[in-house]
């Protein structure tokens, strides 16, 4: 199985700042990973796929980048309502795997 | 609007099966596949297999073969995961979520979720 690896673990910052959360694949997925963003109590929710690509509804002040094992997902100016978990998935081949996730907390 | 919603929390003892369901509204159902995920508690999720909503083919991750089946009922626009010889460490929430043709493994919507705890 293609292992993901995120990075950092947890992300303290204030509401206003950036956040840059790194995935890194254990071999090459191509452009097939995707960003979800889960809170407590939720499911998952689809931000980004094909790497760069955001879902239905998701806000401009999130983008993602990247291709081959290392990817990148940006959120711009952190709203209070992005403080949640966010997973990687790669799609590159037929057993799907998740990163660890990242943590974006209220500094 | 598409939504997913499962069936209730359950509590097994070891060595039992559960079923959980998925009842799908607000997209053509026979035109998508449903996969299965769960997530342990502060793990990320695991993919656990799909079933395609329209031929009723299957495919399952290697790690559930054996003791997991996937099914659907189109009349009811619902599809359901059985998971047997039930063990304490498949204590998770179980999530349904559709994929679509173009890609396959891919999230796009999810269930709310269906807690399921296995305890003597």
């Known amino acids: 199985d293609i292992v993901l690896t995120q990075s950092p673990v947890t992300l303290s910052l204030s509401p206003g700042e950036r956040a840059s959360l790194s995935c890194r694949a254990s071999?090459?997925?191509?452009?097939?990973l995707a960003w979800y963003q889960q809170k407590p109590g939720q499911a998952p929710r689809l931000l980004i796929y094909d790497s760069s690509t955001r879902a239905t509804d998701i806000p401009a002040r999130f983008s993602g980048s990247g291709s081959g094992t290392d990817f990148t997902l940006t959120i711009s100016r952190l709203e209070p309502e992005d403080f949640a978990v966010y997973y990687c998935q790669q799609r590159s081949d037929w057993s799907p795997t998740f990163g660890g996730g990242t943590r974006v907390e209220i500094k | 609007q598409v939504q997913l919603v499962q069936s209730g929390a359950v509590v097994k003892k070891p060595g039992a099966s559960m079923k959980v369901s998925c009842k799908a509204s607000g997209y053509t159902f026979v035109s998508y596949v449903m996969h299965w995920l769960r997530q342990a508690p502060g793990q990320s999720p695991e993919w656990m297999g799909w079933i395609n909503a329209g031929s009723g083919n299957t495919k399952y991750s290697k790690k559930f073969q054996g003791r997991i089946t996937m099914t659907r009922d189109t009349s009811a626009t619902t599809a359901y995961m059985e998971l047997s010889s039930l063990r304490s460490d498949d204590t998770a929430v179980y999530f349904c979520?559709?994929?679509?043709?173009?890609?396959?493994?891919?999230?796009?919507?999810w269930g709310q979720g269906t807690q399921v705890a296995v305890s003597s």
């Open positions: 979520a559709r994929g679509t043709a173009a890609r396959l493994y891919q999230f796009d919507y």
């Open positions: 071999q090459s997925v191509n452009n097939y």
